[in-house]
T-cell receptor, first 113, second 112 residues
Framework: GDSVTQMEGPVTLSEEAFLTINCTYT??????LFWYVQYPGEGLQLLLK?????DKGSNKGFEATYRKETTSFHLEKGSVQVSDSAVYFC????????????FGAGTRLAVHP | NAGVTQTPKFRVLKTGQSMTLLCAQD?????MYWYRQDPGMGLRLIHY???????AKGEVPDGYNVSRLKKQNFLLGLESAAPSQTSVYFC???????????FGAGSRLTVL
């Protein structure tokens, strides 16, 4: 069935380090892909999205490119900050009558000064 | 600008007790969702609604019921709580077709 696989965490980095969080998916058809972020004590919020192959989503210095050939949507940031510490969820959305989001398990990121 | 508000934020139940989680949104969104979040499993869809008076089952609906009597409210009920329902519950809403969900802050439920 349709699914999303993320790298296991936690990911621990020093401030200003380069971040990559891997995400791969399995889906029938052509899904839209998302990264959501959950800061401590809060609900999820959309970080970025891409709706078709080769699209790049970007926001707050984060980027991810929809790679159909490798079924991947890896999240990257060139220089992380302490304030980026959060749980990051990769998700896909299937076409249909409503927005059914399928989430990965989440990857916790901890950034230290 | 409240967005999506969930009540209560925390609750402890005994096995067999019942309770209702309330989700309220003030954005006039058509679609509303209830998810549960468990360690290592991400979020799983319990039930959803595509408009006032409508509800449908998601991925893990067993043991839960929902109602959407008013457009702004989406209630999640547990008729007879079980320890397996210990989780963090998130409500979300969207306009429909926008592919962007607004989430509440979550409700942590513990069933003893």
């Amino acid at each position: 069935g349709d699914s999303v696989t993320q790298m296991e965490g936690p990911v621990t980095l020093s401030e200003e380090a380069f971040l990559t969080i891997n995400c791969t998916y399995t889906a029938t058809g052509y899904p839209s892909l998302f990264w959501y972020v959950q800061y401590p004590g809060e609900g999820l919020q959309l970080l970025l999205k891409a709706t078709k192959a080769d699209d790049k989503g970007s926001n707050k210095g984060f980027e991810a490119t929809y790679r159909k050939e490798t079924t991947s949507f890896h999240l990257e940031k060139g220089s992380v900050q302490v304030s980026d510490s959060a749980v990051y969820f990769c998700a896909l959305s299937l076409s249909g009558g409503y927005n059914k989001l399928i989430f990965g398990a989440g990857t916790r990121l901890a950034v230290h000064p | 600008n409240a967005g999506v508000t969930q009540t209560p934020k925390f609750r402890v139940l005994k096995t067999g007790q019942s309770m209702t989680l309330l989700c309220a949104q003030d954005m006039n969104h058509e679609y509303m969702y209830w998810y549960r979040q468990d360690p290592g499993m991400g979020l799983r869809l319990i039930h959803y609604s595509v408009g006032e008076g409508t509800t449908a089952k998601g991925e893990v609906p067993d043991g839960y019921n929902v109602s959407r009597l008013k457009k702004q409210n989406f209630l999640l009920g547990l008729e007879s709580a079980a320890p397996s329902q210990t989780s963090v519950y998130f409500c979300a809403s969207e306009t429909g077709g926008a592919n962007v969900l607004t989430f509440g802050a979550g409700s942590r439920l513990t069933v003893l």
